[in-house]
């Protein structure tokens, strides 16, 4: 046997685990590697963290019908566990550089408008049943095909405006805008600090993070936010323990006094799926419109993060397509039934995501270190949330800037284009509300396209969506002709 076929026969070796993920995740492929995928799923969880303290005290400050509230320590453990298995999942069936948990305003919905109407379980039924909604959606291709129907420049607008949308979360996570009290008697709704001004120690420690993230932004630092978090994080432990700090907020930076804790899994499983619609005292109409709304907020907030998200990483095709859009929306719509199904309130992507591709996040990888640290939360809760909102805020304001940079793309001298991509920039920061921005930009499209007789050129799908948003935004009024007020 020559040289040769010796070399042929012999076994190719077993390629190494390293090579495996490499090419399942696609990490080389999207130009990234395990150290980005890595720091850019430690920033995604520290920027998100803020959800286990914060959707515990939305959901336990409530009282259903009856009178009855959700355990804190139990929502903690419902909030990390869906958190960690739905961001695990995401990563492995969607590939995206996308984590889930609670969505906030969806959590304030089921605490103070549907639980006041009936029980905790009929409540978080409604939750199931709308994420279940959202998949048969999903199945039906009816969600996808929306996505794929929106112009592309609607598509940059809707990825600007949630940059401005999470610097402006940002500012107001740290204490450094503020609401000014209805009080005040004034027209203008937001201040600088809490007073007018920037007191004390905790808008310092934001101040400084600001600028450490931007200039190691500007020096092309790897890990640039990663390295700004926990800068900030111990200067915000030293200044904790020399000085007299009134309140940092949801999270103070103090050593806990254990780090271990034992997770409750007591509300897992405590919904009563069509319990609702048997509820006393709320009407099946009544029922319809709460879950009409749930559904329509859920849709376009998650397809306004997914764009985003995609379009900041460098994922979108040529179409603007995002890649394994299908599997990517059944996993959200799944988190869905899954934050339901434990009472910790329907689970959706978090645009914090953002701050994970900031830090150069492509792949599902970063993912599985996002969700082994909620994870890990389950038993490390009292050390993984020291990191106050004033340390990881900055972040936040960063990848505002990175995912503002989009809005050039945008042909501002086309008005039929130019005015429905400003409204969609505009009104999600001012009202605070990724889906009421798509409404708007959406809306303005086909009113629009329609003066200028072109209105052929509108998609189908998105004269179905305007309609669906005009109900949305004229919910009130509907209500009260249909008498369920």
Known sequence: ???SQKVADRPSPAPSAVSSLDRFFKISERGSTFGREIRGGF???????????????ILGSAKDKFGDQLDPVQLTTATALVAAVMTIIMGIGGNLPLALAAGLGLNA??????APLMSWDDAMGLIVLEGLLICVL????????????????????????????IAFIGFVDAGFVSRIPDAANTTVPVQLGGTGSLTGWPILVFCLGVLLTIALLARKVKGAILISIVAMTIVALIINSIADVKAWGLTTPEWPDKIVDTPDFGLIGQFSLFGAFSATDVGVITVILLIFTLILSDFFDTMGTVVGISAEAGLLDEQGRVPNLGRVLLIDGAAAVAGGAASASSATSYIESAA???????????????????????????LLTIVPLQAAAPALVAVGFLMMTQVKHIDWDKYDIAIPAFLTIAVMPFTYSITNGIGAGFLAYVVIKSVLGKAKDVHWLLWGASVLFLVYFAIDPIEQVLGVK
């Not at 830090?359 to 009292?382: D, K, Y």
């Open 138 to 165: 999903v199945l039906t291709g009816l969600r996808e095909a929306v996505m794929h129907a929106i112009p592309q420049p609607l598509k940059q607008a809707i990825s600007v405006g949630i940059g401005l949308f």
């Open 43 to 57: 920033a995604t969880f520290f920027t998100m963290a803020y959800i286990l303290v914060l959707n515990p005290i």
């Open 109 to 114: 919905v089921v605490a103070f408008q549907i």
């Open 1 to 3: 046997m020559s040289d």
């Open 356 to 382: 994970g591709v900031g830090e150069g996040a492509r792949t599902g990888f970063s993912n599985l270190v996002t969700g082994g640290l909620f994870a890990l939360a389950l038993f490390l809760t009292p």
